[in-house]
C-alpha cells in the first residue's frame, strides 16, 4: 500500500470498507444471527405485526452489519484477514496486471505429464482460465485431468486454442 499514491489509498480503503460491509451483511443475514437473537420478542407480538417485526429484524441487521464493518475496518482487523487469505489465494506468477504470466503458466502446464505436482498445476491452471473465462483451455484441462477426451476433435484442430 506505501506504493501508491494517496487518492489511489483513499480508493482501496474505501473499496475494502465497503467489501467488509458487503461480506458482514451477507454473514450476519445467512446465518441469522440477529433474527434468532428477536425469534423470541418477534414470536410474542412485542415488536407488533409481521411485516413490521420483519422490517425492524432488517434494520436491526444493517446496524449490526455497519458496527461490524466500521469495527473490522478501524481496527484494522481486515489485514490480519487478507495475510491469512492471501495464502491460499495467491499466485505466485500473477505478477502483471494484464495477465500474460498467468497465461504462461496455463501454457507451461498444459505441455507436462500428470504427476502429484502436475495435477495441482492443472488444478491451479483450471482455475486461472475459470476467471478469465476461457473455455477451450478449461476443456482441455478436464480431459488432462480425467485421462480422456470428453470432446473428440478432427486431427487438424489444435488443442486448447
Excluded: H
Aim: glycine content about 8%; hydrophobic content about 40%.
Amino acid at each position: 500500500m506505501e506504493n501508491l499514491n494517496p487518492q489511489q489509498q483513499k480508493n482501496l480503503k474505501l473499496a475494502i470498507g465497503i467489501a467488509t460491509l458487503v461480506f458482514v451483511y451477507w454473514f450476519v443475514r445467512t446465518n441469522n444471527l440477529v433474527f434468532s437473537a428477536m425469534e423470541p420478542s418477534v414470536e410474542s407480538g412485542k415488536l407488533g405485526s409481521p411485516p413490521v417485526a420483519s422490517a425492524a429484524v432488517s434494520v436491526v441487521e444493517i446496524i449490526v452489519s455497519l458496527g461490524g464493518a466500521v469495527l473490522v475496518t478501524v481496527t484494522g482487523l481486515w489485514r490480519q484477514a487478507a495475510k491469512l487469505v492471501s495464502g491460499f489465494v495467491s499466485n505466485d506468477g500473477a505478477t502483471s496486471l494484464d495477465g500474460s504470466e498467468d497465461e504462461d503458466f496455463v501454457e507451461r502446464t498444459l505441455r507436462n505429464e500428470i504427476t502429484p505436482e502436475r495435477r495441482l498445476q492443472l488444478q491451479e491452471a483450471m482455475l486461472i482460465c475459470v476467471d478469465r473465462k476461457d473455455y477451450q483451455k478449461i476443456i482441455t484441462i478436464s480431459e488432462m485431468l480425467a485421462g480422456q477426451k470428453f470432446f473428440p476433435r478432427s486431427k487438424g484442430a489444435k488443442d486448447g486454442s
